[in-house]
């Protein structure tokens, strides 16, 4: 008679097999609908994240892209995404953000944290800030072409 019975071995491979198999469910979730599970909108984000990590014991939060993502917005604000970027996550709050810049008159800042205020976001650099209604984030922009792209073309 072997170590397990053959009731143990079932119930341990049944359990490594469902926890496995919710692990691969739980990856296959977009970082679009973890913002929006977390309150945010898709388009805080640029299309083409390419893969994601989420502590959700910690709200440790990272989204990687392909390269640097750069582009305008409403032909005032230039946005800049490093390759990867990280913060960490709670509901309605991004903080300690890290890999996001807006330029601001000639100089490039950090967004250091982006809040959830009823129906508008708040971006904050740390010395200052600006709030923007929560739909104008409803579509996430793209690298080069922001929300103004004319079938690929970039305009940037």
Not at 79 to 91: Q, V
Not at 129 to 147: I, K, M, R, T, Y
Request: overall charge negative; proline content about 3%.
């Amino acid at each position: 008679m072997g170590f397990f019975s053959f009731k143990q071995n079932l119930i341990l491979s049944l359990t490594i097999f469902f926890s496995l198999f919710t692990k691969s469910l739980a990856s296959q979730i977009s970082v679009y609908q973890v913002l929006n599970d977390y309150d945010f909108p898709s388009g805080i984000l640029p299309k083409g994240v390419e893969n994601y990590d989420l502590d959700v014991s910690t709200g440790e939060f990272a989204a990687y892209f392909s390269g640097s993502c750069s582009f305008s917005l409403e032909d005032s604000y230039q946005l800049y995404y490093e390759p990867a970027i990280r913060g960490h996550i709670s509901k309605g709050r991004l903080q300690s953000l890290k890999g996001v810049s807006v330029k601001l008159f000639w100089f490039w800042v950090n967004i250091v944290e982006v809040r959830r205020a009823g129906n508008d976001l708040e971006f904050s650099v740390g010395f200052a800030g600006a709030g923007f209604p929560v739909d104008n984030f409803e579509e996430s922009p793209q690298c080069g072409c922001g929300l103004n792209c004319n079938f690929g073309v970039s305009s940037f």
